[in-house]
């Protein structure tokens, strides 16, 4: 079985929530700029792994689950959390979509099939596995999409996981989003598959499932590809690793630094550390979002005209949620040490 | 002579000293040395200085190993609670081995890890560790408040046979003091008197202290002399220091960022009731941050976490006074 074709209406929906996450990250960044101290701590930004995200979660049907890194905006956008919620989130406000007690890096919206994020690298995996467990016990046909970066890849959470989900046969598909750089070390660095020339999806080897490495910057290969694996594994058939190559166009977080230090975005690591401006200005020619506004629109699946109601409505919505972020209050003490215990 | 320098920059400078002066000392982690132009990669050589992969179990358990073996690893983890992801290597594999072994083998390593950022980092990046390491015989765990301790505190760490955790506290990063030049070694288990006063006893570390020392700044424009004393060290814990004070003061009050139950403030009063319980006029008060999970927005981080009102609020409330104008 493959996933349901695309039909015209579905690939402008993906289209629009590549730039909804496209806006919604750039309105993150100018944020720094617009309303300083607004945004405190360590932000992630998916600009450029748009494709990927929705390729994936296009895929989700009612009752599956995802869990996600820190690097999280995405997938609610594309899950369809208010985009009000999650920016009020980011600013620390009781209106927040967890009332402004997680932050940028922990977003949750348990209604939508998201049951969350670690902040620790990999760490999110065996959550996800356990979710895939839970899912299998109960036999309704769930499955669980785990997304980590290549990074986590190295932590033991990822190989033990890895282990029990094909021993177990879980419904689960790990969707691992290599961008190239785990903060400033490239794959090759600390990647011995990677060091050897090898594709980050020979790990599935180990754990005798299925393992492939896909452009993760093709919307419709992503969907394709982890809708198969998706199919596969509610048939009861197990795991399997997905390598989405992709590349973030902006830094791994926000300046780190003690409070009174104004945050912003340095430059992309590609040129910050290691001077290869070319390297991120090719990553730029293969942006996702205008590669498949193009071929959508080269295609006749979408007029220019309707590309840019498109992106006007984005631009609008994510307007909306940044005044609404700022002008939303903060949260009463109370709740500090109201959600302690269930 | 000495030398200003920022916190951070402090410890480098004794990292890089310890390694000039024993080339068994090597120092790796995640992130850091990632291309030859990187300060320590270009002094020490690939060899000795390497970024890992994000894998801290195999970090920390390879500075165990590496040490029996007979070198000194430092191991760079950025933040405290990446140590978390390798707990048993840090508690039970780690500080065990010269014990089990009746004394055969030494484990001389250095976990070096950033705490405290309470700057909206939220619930995973914000911890106050101290308590949960601080009990592990074998052991030691020091957290420096200031430049100079920094670099002391690390040069006696790398130079100590055991393995220290060395703390660092992320808000005092860019803390400029006033650092020794060349070799300067604090010695570990010995605290650091920053204040004298005659009033009240009060300890804190790192981002408290400084809360604590404002809070006695204010304290003593009410006539209220506190003593301020940073324990620098955890394991091995400098009670007498404590006590000593404890004896001219009579009243004792503790300051810690940790949750209540978890914080190194519990040991030390256990310790104070236990030793001096005819020194104290008044009952020990700790000044600890709330039960909860840090959360990320400001106000709520701010209500959490201890500050220096809170500090001067507890010392009046131990001597039975109220503020000027109050």
């Known amino acids: 079985m493959t996933p349901s074709p695309l039909d015209n209406d579905r690939l402008v929906w993906m289209y629009t929530q590549m730039v909804r996450i496209r806006e919604f990250e750039e309105r993150v960044k100018r944020t720094f700029e617009e309303h300083p101290g607004v945004i405190r701590g360590h932000t992630h930004l998916a600009d450029g792994v748009e494709a990927s995200i929705v390729g994936s979660v296009a895929n989700m049907q009612p009752g599956d689950y995802v869990l996600t890194t820190y690097r999280c905006h995405g997938y609610p956008i594309a899950l369809g959390t208010d985009t009000k919620a999650i920016m009020a989130e980011i600013y620390g406000r009781a209106t927040g979509i967890c009332k402004g007690l997680g932050g940028s890096m922990h977003l949750c919206d348990p209604s939508r099939g998201f049951l969350g994020t670690s902040g620790i690298v990999g760490q999110g995996i065996p959550h996800a596995t356990g979710a895939a467990y839970a899912a299998q016990i109960r036999g309704e046909g769930q499955v669980v999409l785990c997304f980590f970066g290549d990074g986590a890849s190295k932590q033991g959470a990822f190989h033990e996981s890895l282990n029990i989900a094909a021993l177990w046969k879980l419904p689960i598909v790990y969707v691992m989003e290599n961008n190239g750089y785990n903060v400033e070390t490239q794959t090759h660095q600390e990647d011995a598959n990677a060091a050897a020339g090898e594709d980050l999806s020979v790990k599935a080897k180990a754990y005798s499932m299925p393992g492939v490495t896909i452009d993760g910057g093709d919307p419709v290969a992503v969907y394709e590809t982890v809708g198969a694996a998706m199919e596969r594994a509610r048939r009861g058939e197990g795991p399997t690793l997905i390598e989405s190559k992709v590349y973030r166009l902006s830094a791994h977080g926000n300046l780190i630094a003690p409070p009174g230090v104004p945050l912003h975005y340095p430059e992309h690591e590609a040129i910050a550390v290691f001077g290869d401006r070319e390297q991120y200005e090719a990553a730029l020619k293969g942006d996702p979002v205008p590669q498949f506004r193009g071929r959508l629109v080269n295609d006749g699946v979408m007029t220019n005209e309707q590309a840019e109601e498109i992106l006007k409505a984005a631009r609008d919505e994510m307007q909306e949620a940044v005044t609404f972020g700022v002008e939303s209050p903060f949260p009463e003490n109370d709740e500090a040490l109201a959600y302690v215990y269930a | ?326």
Do not use: C
């Open chain 2, 1 to 326: 002579m000495s030398h200003e320098l920022p916190y951070i920059a402090a410890i480098d400078e004794a990292i890089r000293l310890e390694m000039e002066r024993d080339e068994t000392v090597i120092y790796f982690g995640q992130n850091m040395a990632t291309t030859e132009n990187a300060p320590f990669r270009q002094q020490f050589g690939n060899d000795r200085v390497r970024v890992t992969p994000i894998s801290e179990t195999a970090e920390i358990g390879m500075a165990v190993g590496a040490a029996l073996a007979g070198y000194r690893p430092v191991v760079e983890l950025y933040m405290a609670e990446f140590m978390l992801v390798a707990m048993d290597q840090v508690v039970n594999e780690g500080p065990r081995f010269r014990a089990m072994s009746g004394g055969q083998v030494k484990v001389p390593l250095v976990l070096k890890a950033g705490w405290g950022f309470t700057a909206g980092w939220a619930g995973q990046h914000t911890g106050t560790l101290t308590n949960m390491f601080m009990g592990i015989p074998g052991l030691k765990v020091v957290s420096p408040s200031t430049a100079a301790d920094a670099k002391g505190l690390m040069a006696s760490a790398i130079r100590d046979d055991n393995p220290v955790v060395y703390f660092h506290n992320y808000l005092l990063t860019l803390d400029h003091g006033e650092v020794p030049d060349g070799e300067y070694l604090v010695p570990l288990g010995v605290a650091d008197v920053r204040r004298e006063g005659s009033d009240v006893t009060i300890v804190a570390n790192a981002h408290m202290l400084n809360q604590s020392l404002k809070a006695a700044e204010t304290l003593a424009g009410e006539g209220i002399q506190a003593e301020v004393i940073d324990p620098r060290t955890y394991a091995p814990l400098d009670v007498d220091t404590i006590l000593e004070s404890v004896g001219k003061t009579g009243r004792l009050v503790l300051v810690d960022s940790a949750p209540r139950h978890s914080a190194a403030s519990n040991v030390i009063a256990g310790e104070v009731v236990e030793r001096g319980f005819d020194l104290l006029k008044a009952p020990i008060v700790q000044v600890t941050a709330l039960d909860a999970t840090v959360p990320y927005s400001e106000p709520l981080e701010a209500y959490v976490i201890p500050d220096a009102d809170r500090v001067a609020a507890a010392v009046r409330g131990v001597l039975g006074t109220a503020p000027v104008g109050a």
